[in-house]
């Protein structure tokens, strides 16, 4: 089966997207990571933040066991919660920042900066091999071995290496026929996630 495709910066950031939810294994190791970062940091923190003396309203009562301090009033102060709660609201938001502006943004850069993403992509898949040739000059041909597997989404196919790199092909000028065709192909000679 032979077809030929451009991927579409819209497309490109869809594969990235499907790549990182197939792999979600590693998508939750980098979760975990940085929530262990963010926990240490706040324990940081609050481990080096100064002691301050004790409000108005608080009394201390001493017995010989130990320091009790018991506030005379119940009342919850909104600078006692933002004190406690404000730096992990600030690495909160640093990363909410970084996963909603800088991914995307960094992915535009990508697809940008490399002309042969914006190439006329030629592909030629067999039960055998899949070769590759772009209007860049970039020319592969490989067996189906090199691949780990394979996972679908909106208008794209990502076919994942065993070496965590991935290629998109781009399903826009396909039937639905010559789709389940591809489909088929790479059925028989990968796994699908």
């Not at 979600?24 to 980098?30: E, Q």
């Not at 919850?76 to 920042?97: I, Q």
Request: aromatic share 10%; proline share 5%.
């Amino acid at each position: 089966m032979e077809f030929s495709f451009q991927v579409t910066e819209s497309e490109f950031r869809e594969a990235w997207r499907v790549e990182r939810k197939a792999s979600s294994r590693s998508s939750l190791k980098t979760a975990a990571f940085w929530m262990l970062i963010m926990v240490g940091l706040l324990l940081l923190y609050r481990g080096i933040q100064p002691s301050r003396p004790l409000p108005a309203g608080f009394e201390q009562h001493r017995s010989p066991q130990a320091s009790i301090v018991r506030p005379v009033s119940d009342v919850n102060t909104p600078s006692g919660f933002l004190e406690r709660v404000g730096p992990f609201l600030v690495l909160a938001g640093v990363w909410t920042l970084v996963v909603t502006g800088l991914v995307p943004m960094r992915l535009r850069y990508l697809y940008r900066r490399d002309p042969r993403m914006r190439a006329q992509f030629t592909v030629d898949i067999t039960q055998n091999s899949i070769s590759t040739e772009n209007s860049a000059g970039t020319t592969s041909k490989s067996s189906w071995n090199v691949y780990d597997y394979w996972c679908e989404g909106k208008g794209v196919i990502v076919l994942m290496f065993r070496s965590g790199a991935y290629s998109v092909l781009s399903l826009a000028g396909l039937s639905e026929p010559q789709r389940g065709e591809l489909r088929g192909i790479l059925n028989a000679a990968l796994q699908k996630r």
